[in-house]
Nanobody, 119 residues
Framework: QVQLVESGGGLVQAGGSLRLSCVAS????????MGWYRQGPGKQRELVAR???????IYVDSVKGRFTISRDNAKNTVYLQMNSLKPEDTAVYYC?????????????WGQGTQVTVSL
């Protein structure tokens, strides 16, 4: 069974930092680009960062320079280091594989991890 398990969220003041982790099943991790998605209150889920199996990264403009995605292939784990957090970063964060057109590989999601940024 393919699994995605996110952790590391929490409540932080604006300007603070958090590091998210996602452990994925090897069947997806070893093949696909991995990404972090987020869904804020009343918003659609969006892809904010992705990393290829070779380590190339792409970020959405709103997080460039503040977020860093990385992966540990030996641990089947993808990370998201989030610095200089803003209230608009408040969302549930999910990981998933990323298809060539930017959509999620898996139709089912993990439980996500809540990130709340206060003023």
């Amino acid at each position: 069974q393919v699994q995605l398990v996110e952790s590391g969220g929490g409540l932080v003041q604006a300007g603070g930092s958090l590091r998210l982790s996602c452990v994925a099943s090897r069947t997806i991790f070893s093949i696909y680009t991995m990404g972090w998605y987020r869904q804020g209150p009343g918003k659609q889920r969006e892809l904010v960062a992705r990393i290829t199996t070779g380590g190339n990264t792409i970020y959405v403009d709103s997080v460039k320079g503040r977020f860093t995605i990385s992966r540990d292939n030996a641990k089947n784990t993808v990370y998201l280091q989030m610095n200089s957090l803003k209230p608009e970063d408040t969302a549930v964060y999910y990981c998933n594989g990323v298809t060539s057109w930017g959509g999620p590989v898996l139709g089912s999601w993990g439980q996500g991890t809540q990130v709340t940024v206060s003023l």
